[in-house]
C-alpha cells in the first residue's frame, strides 16, 4: 500500500465530514461569506458543500487522479478565504469549515489546509481508489482504514480546537498584561 493512503484517507473524510455538516447546517459558512462580502445564499453554501461531500466520496471510492486533484483545488481555496479574512482583518467568528463548530480563521488553518492540499496532490498518482487498496489485504486494510481515522480526529481537533486554545491564550495573556501595573 502507498505510504500516503492513510493520510489520503483522512483528507477525504475530513472533506466529507465538513461537506456534510455544512449541508446540514450551513450558517456559520453563510455569516463568513457575508462578513467577506462574498455571495452567501444558503442554498448556494449547501450545494457547495454537496459537492465537497460528493468530491470526498469520490476521493475514497474512484480511480484516477481527478478526485483528489479536485480536494487538494478545495483544500487551496479554503486557504485562499482564511488567508483573505485573516490578511483584511474580517471579524469571522468561524470560518464554517464544520458547521456549526466554532472554528476561529487562524494561521494554523492555512497551514493545514496547504499541507492537506499536497497529501491531497500526492494522492493523484494512486492508480486505484483507496476502498480497492484496503480490500487488497484485508488486514493491512483495517490499520491503514483505523489508521486515517485517527488522523482525521486529530486533524478535526487541530483546525477546530488549536485555534479556540490559542486565542484564550492570548486572551488571557493579553489580561495579564492589563492588569500589570506600570
Known amino acids: 500500500m502507498p505510504a500516503l493512503l492513510a493520510p489520503a484517507i483522512a483528507v477525504a473524510l475530513l472533506l466529507g465530514a465538513a461537506g456534510a455538516a455544512k449541508v446540514v447546517d450551513p450558517t456559520m459558512t453563510v455569516g463568513a461569506l457575508r462578513a467577506m462580502r462574498l455571495p452567501s445564499a444558503p442554498s448556494a453554501v449547501r450545494l457547495g458543500a454537496g459537492v465537497e461531500l460528493l468530491i470526498a466520496i469520490a476521493a475514497l471510492t474512484v480511480s484516477g487522479p481527478w478526485p483528489y486533484l479536485l480536494a487538494a483545488l478545495s483544500l487551496l481555496a479554503f486557504a485562499a478565504f482564511v488567508l483573505a479574512a485573516l490578511r483584511r482583518g474580517t471579524m469571522v467568528g468561524s470560518c464554517g469549515c464544520f458547521g456549526r463548530e466554532d472554528t476561529p480563521p487562524h494561521r494554523i ?33 483495517v490499520i491503514v482504514g483505523l489508521v486515517a481515522l485517527l488522523m482525521a480526529a486529530l486533524l478535526y481537533a487541530t483546525f477546530v480546537d488549536l485555534p479556540r486554545t490559542l486565542r484564550e491564550i492570548d486572551r488571557a495573556g493579553l489580561a495579564r498584561t492589563e492588569r500589570r501595573p506600570s
Do not use: S
Not at 496532490?121 to 489485504?137: C, H, K, N, S, V
Open 109 to 141: 488553518h492555512v497551514a493545514l489546509d496547504l499541507g492537506l492540499a499536497g497529501v491531497a496532490a500526492g494522492a493523484t498518482t494512486f492508480d486505484r481508489a483507496p476502498i480497492e487498496m484496503l480490500a487488497d489485504d484485508p488486514l493491512e486494510g
